[in-house]
């Protein structure tokens, strides 16, 4: 099972998370509670993050909440976020419950 190293550039929290898992469930394996969740499926914004680096895949986002240029500018919701290589992220939000 491959893992990969995933890093909140801003507080320089990391951990590791499976390949395959969403990086909203990988937040949530490790006990990072780091991000609003909601609906889990891309609907409901809560979970925006920004990407830095690395390589992801993406499943379907609400445009309501990330547009073309938000995308473009890698901001990316984390249920929908799938890493595929180690990866570097900012919050967007400022409610950081790290445990
Ligand atoms: S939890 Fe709703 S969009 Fe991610």
């Known amino acids: 099972m491959k893992c990969v190293q995933v890093t909140e550039v801003g507080s320089q929290v990391g951990f ?6 969403s990086l909203l469930k990988g937040m949530e394996s ?5 991000v609003g969740i909601g609906c889990r499926g ?12 690395g390589d992801f895949e993406l499943g379907k986002m609400s445009s309501l909440h990330v547009s073309d240029s938000d995308r ?13 290589s180690d990866i570097a992220f ?4 400022k409610s950081i419950d790290f445990i």
């Open 90 to 93: 900012k919050l967007i939000k």
């Open 42 to 53: 891309g609907g409901c914004g809560l979970c925006k993050i920004q990407i830095l680096g």
């Open 72 to 84: 473009s500018l890698g901001y990316v919701l984390a249920c929908r976020c799938f890493p595929k």
């Open 30 to 34: 490790a006990g990072a509670r780091i």
């Open 16 to 21: 590791k998370m499976q390949v395959g898992d």
